[in-house]
C-alpha cells in the first residue's frame, strides 16, 4: 500500500521560504516520478512541479518557475519543494503525488497516489 506523507506547510510572508517534504512508503520510490500539485479555495487541484525517478528531469508550472524547486532523495524516499519568494496567490493546499511510471505527467487524472495535503498560507 502506497503512502505519501507530506510536511512543513505553514503560515509566512510574502517574499519568504518554505521547504515542503513528502515521505513515501508502501513500494520501491526509486523507480517512480514524483510530483506536486496545490490547489487553492474554489479551484481545481493544478500542477505545480515534477521529477522523473532519478532526479535527472524536472517539470514546472509557469507560474512557479524560477521561484519553486523540487529535488527527491531516493535513500530517504523523500521528495521536496522548496518554495522561495512566495506570493499571496501561492497560497493552497500542497499535495504530494505519484503515478506508475518514470517519467514526468502533469495532468492530476494521470496520478494515483496522493498524500493528505499540506496548507501553505502566504499573508501579504
Known amino acids: 500500500q502506497v503512502q505519501l506523507v507530506e510536511s512543513g506547510g505553514g503560515l509566512v510572508q510574502a517574499g519568504g521560504s518554505l521547504s515542503l517534504s513528502c515521505a513515501a512508503s508502501?513500494?520501491?520510490?526509486?523507480?517512480?516520478?514524483m510530483a506536486w500539485f496545490r490547489q487553492a479555495p474554489g479551484k481545481e487541484r493544478a500542477f505545480v512541479a515534477a521529477?522523473?525517478?532519478?532526479?535527472?528531469?524536472?517539470s514546472y508550472a509557469d507560474s512557479v518557475k524560477g521561484r519553486f524547486t523540487i529535488s527527491r532523495d531516493n535513500a530517504k524516499n523523500t521528495v521536496y519543494l522548496q518554495m522561495n519568494n512566495l506570493k499571496p496567490e501561492d497560497t493552497a493546499g500542497y499535495y504530494c503525488?505519484?503515478?506508475?511510471?518514470?517519467?514526468?505527467?502533469?495532468?492530476?487524472?494521470?496520478?494515483?497516489?496522493w498524500g493528505q495535503g499540506t496548507q501553505v498560507t502566504v499573508s501579504s
Open positions: 508502501g513500494r520501491t520510490f526509486s523507480n517512480y516520478a
Open positions: 503525488a505519484s503515478h506508475d511510471s518514470r517519467w514526468i505527467r502533469v495532468a492530476r487524472n494521470d496520478y494515483r497516489y
Open positions: 521529477i522523473t525517478w532519478g532526479g535527472g528531469s524536472t
